[in-house]
């Protein structure tokens, strides 16, 4: 069972830069591919960064494109979202994500961790 739990996030200024965990309690989801997704205030929630289960695949929204890096540590079974150059439109909350459909299993949600970017 996937049991994912995100820290880090904060309040920030403008330009400055946050390290968002996601780490796995339950320890199976090594081999699933992950992503961050976040959801601004009022707003739907987007995909911000996907990776591969080994890591050597990512992608990433135009908007974080260059400023984000997504990593993982499959040994530590953590997600890690490295954001630098941040921006008042980076404001929301952080959720990573497992995707079990490889598996035939569900797709997984942490819990949230706001991020607050002041101007």
């Known amino acids: 069972q996937v049991q994912l739990v995100e ?3 904060g309040l920030v200024q403008a330009g400055g830069s946050l390290t ?8 199976t989801s090594r081999t699933y591919a992950m992503a961050w997704f976040r959801q601004a205030p009022g707003k739907e929630r987007e995909i911000a960064a996907t ?6 695949d990512t992608q990433y929204a135009d908007s974080v494109k260059g400023r984000f890096t997504i990593s993982r540590d499959n040994t530590k079974n953590t997600l890690y979202l490295q954001m630098n150059s941040l921006k008042p439109d980076d404001t929301g909350v ?8 490889l598996f035939f299993d569900r797709s997984y949600w942490g819990q949230g961790t706001q991020v607050t970017v002041s101007s």
Not at 20 to 27: K, Q
Not at 51 to 56: E, Q, R, V
């Open 51 to 56: 990776i591969s289960w080994s890591g050597a």
């Open 7 to 9: 820290s880090g996030g």
């Open 20 to 27: 968002l965990s996601c780490a796995d309690a339950g320890r």
């Open 94 to 101: 952080y959720y990573c994500n497992a995707d079990g459909s």
